[in-house]
């Protein structure tokens, strides 16, 4: 399963059947309204193997500020589905056409602690494009090898207490990058859907 038409093959095979991952951690969820929320999981078919396109966002933005991120945002009264949504903020943040984009399907809602109620929307994307990073909101864009993600032994558990309870999250460090919190946690989802009944 090593080679990239294989990867991608195996990952559409497992969405389509409908393979759901592992429930998450809802214990520590605030109080209150969720806001919604979708983001593009967009998996670059580079010729060497595929890639996951990631952001770093700024570090003074209100939500998640420094943090590696899809790109993706709050769902707007316009937005007619998650993955309009996903589409549009996509456009915004970092310049990638929907017309690059391959939506091959989508992950259960991702709940965060901030909040926020984000549906992943998965897309391949086919070379080449052009990208234009919104310099307010993103402050690097850059691609990490989708076996990388998908390999569970990359996946680091974290413990914190929160609130007198002991909670856990996923990180996965990569080349000087830390991949965490709701990211992390999407992806570890998406690894989940990706081993499957393997």
Not at 102 to 108: A, D, N, Y
């Amino acid at each position: 399963m090593s080679e990239p038409a294989g990867l991608i093959a195996h990952l559409r095979q497992q969405l389509d059947a409908g393979v759901l991952p592992a429930e998450i951690d809802k214990s520590y969820m605030p109080e209150g309204p969720l806001v919604p929320a979708a983001v593009l999981v967009p998996v670059v078919l580079r010729d060497q193997e595929p890639t996951v396109l990631l952001t770093l966002r700024t570090s003074h933005l209100r939500d998640h500020a420094g943090q590696i991120s899809f790109p993706g945002g709050r769902t707007e009264r316009d937005d007619d589905s998650a993955e309009e949504t996903a589409l549009r903020e996509a456009e915004e943040e970092v310049g990638l056409h929907r017309r690059h984009v391959q939506i091959i399907g989508r992950l259960p809602p991702f709940l965060t602690i901030t909040g926020f109620v984000v549906t992943p929307v998965i897309g391949l994307i086919k070379p080449p494009f052009e990208l234009k990073r919104d310099d307010f909101e993103v402050a690097e864009v850059f691609e990490t090898p989708l076996a990388f993600l998908m390999d569970q032994e990359n996946h680091v558990r974290h413990e914190v207490m929160h609130q007198g309870k002991l909670h856990h999250y996923w990180s996965m460090p990569w080349q000087g990058y830390n991949i965490w919190g709701a990211t992390a946690g999407m992806l570890r989802q998406l690894s989940e859907v990706f081993v499957g009944n393997r």
